[in-house]
């Protein structure tokens, strides 16, 4: 693993604990019986009852432990060791069974060779991978012909705003060769959390390169949908929309803030 990516592991073993005792991840409603995942996500990957499930980037599992109570076999993965012994311990507490496997994506083969019917990933996990090719070939080689990849994650272009200020005004670049070091506030979900880790290292993917790489990767195209809306509070402007959505106010509806994207593994066919 490189340098850049163990910062950043140690900053996700700091927020473990952070995020799990803050409102935005409502781990209390959880426990008792709350479904994590968002209905976009929900509605856009359909039943899962019955299917096996890979989690990339599951920080500490409530949403892999959601489609487990949705009825899908599931395994999540992340290179947190913090969040990975957090979510093990959910599973066990709240009797949802489940594998959860503290792995650096990038490593991840050495460890596990098997296919699923579904690789999901959410919100928040690209910016950590130097290496968007690497990860897209991750991605597809794990779906079994016939089954599909889903990722939800925040729009590459809502990225470029000024987090700082009221204003719409822009502050990092779309296209951007290497890692942003960028210093440490908190937690997007507990801003004022005291962290030990000072710097993160964050890469910023444009959208022309996520699709790209998944469709080199053989996986085809299904959808990719961009959405007005996010899930927390990204940009000091946005207003909550309702339970679930935050968005800009006065009903504005002018910028892409998270997309989807569905891409599924064809069937191999028989030899004519
Ligand atoms: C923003 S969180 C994902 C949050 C998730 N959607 C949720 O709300 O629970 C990003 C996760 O990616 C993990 N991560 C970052 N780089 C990784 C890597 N190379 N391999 C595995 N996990 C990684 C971090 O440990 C963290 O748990």
């Known amino acids: ?15 473990t604990a952070v995020n799990a005792r803050s409102p935005l991840y409502r781990l209390e409603q959880f426990k008792a019986g709350e479904i994590k995942l968002n209905p976009l996500e929900r509605g856009e990957v359909g039943d899962v009852r019955g299917k096996k499930l890979l989690h990339l980037q599951c920080h500490f ?3 892999t432990l959601s489609w487990a109570r949705l009825g899908a076999d599931v395994t999540g993965v992340d290179f947190s060791e913090e969040a990975i012994e957090l979510a093990r311990s959910l599973s066990e507490e709240l009797q949802i069974p489940a594998r959860f496997i503290c792995s650096d994506i990038y490593e991840l083969e050495q460890i596990l060779d098997e296919e699923f019917d579904l690789v999901f990933t959410s919100y928040g996990v ?12 991750l991605a597809a080689r794990y779906v079994r012909p016939g089954g599909f990849f889903y990722m939800v994650e925040f729009h590459p272009f809502a990225m470029v705003f000024d987090d700082e200020s009221a204003d719409l005004r822009v502050r990092y670049p779309y296209f951007l060769e290497d890692a942003l070091e960028l210093p440490v506030k908190g937690s997007y979900a507990d801003p004022e959390a005291r962290l030990e880790t000072r710097v993160a290292y964050e890469w910023q993917h444009t959208l022309g390169d996520i699709v790209t790489c998944l469709v080199n990767s053989g996986l085809r195209l299904e959808f990719l949908h961009e959405f007005p809306y996010t899930v927390y509070q990204q940009l000091p402007m946005l207003e909550p929309l ?23 593994r064809p069937e191999i066919c028989p030899e004519a």
Do not use: C, V
């Not at 693993?1 to 927020?15: C, D, F, P, T």
């Open 242 to 264: 309702d339970e679930h959505y935050w968005g800009q106010p006065d009903g504005r509806t002018d910028l892409p803030l998270i997309f989807s994207l569905k891409a599924s």
């Open 1 to 15: 693993m490189e340098e850049r990516s163990r910062a950043n592991r140690a900053l996700w073993n700091e927020l």
């Open 61 to 63: 599992g409530m949403d």
């Open 126 to 137: 690209l910016a950590w991978l130097p290496d968007l090719p690497r990860w897209a070939a």
